[in-house]
Nanobody, 126 residues
Framework: QVQLVESGGGLVQAGGSLRLSCAAS????????VGWFRQAPGKEREFVST???????YYADSVKGRFTVSRDNAKNMVYLQMNSLKPEDTAVYYC????????????????????WGQGTQVTVSS
């Protein structure tokens, strides 16, 4: 069982930065792949980024070069550093986990994820 809690969302002007945090409970965190997804009003939840157990990272094209995902297994934490934010980044951001995931595999589809946080709102004003 994994419980996830996101924090760090808020209101920021275009061009600004935010760092989202995802705090995980459970002993399997270090063996979990963790992903970030977002959902804007009236839109499907979409993939943003994922970090494999190996530490390899993957990004959606829309955030590549602006967002950075990282993890600290000792603290059971995953972070999403978001720079050069745009109004189209406005959404509720969710972290999700797959316990005992394959070591190297990236997981970009939300159906692969077993556990989800409650989400944190990010609003970017123009």
């Amino acid at each position: 069982q994994v419980q996830l809690v996101e924090s760090g969302g808020g209101l920021v002007q275009a061009g600004g930065s935010l760092r989202l945090s995802c705090a995980a409970s459970g002993r399997t965190f270090s063996r979990s792949a963790v992903g970030w997804f977002r959902q804007a009003p009236g839109k499907e939840r979409e993939f943003v980024s994922t970090i494999a157990r190996s530490g390899n990272t993957y990004y959606a094209d829309s955030v590549k070069g602006r967002f950075t995902v990282s993890r600290d297994n000792a603290k059971n934490m995953v972070y999403l550093q978001m720079n050069s934010l745009k109004p189209e980044d406005t959404a509720v951001y969710y972290c999700a986990a797959i316990p005992n995931a394959d070591y190297y595999s990236p997981y970009r589809d939300r159906q692969s994820y077993d556990y989800w946080g409650q989400g944190t709102q990010v609003t970017v004003s123009s």
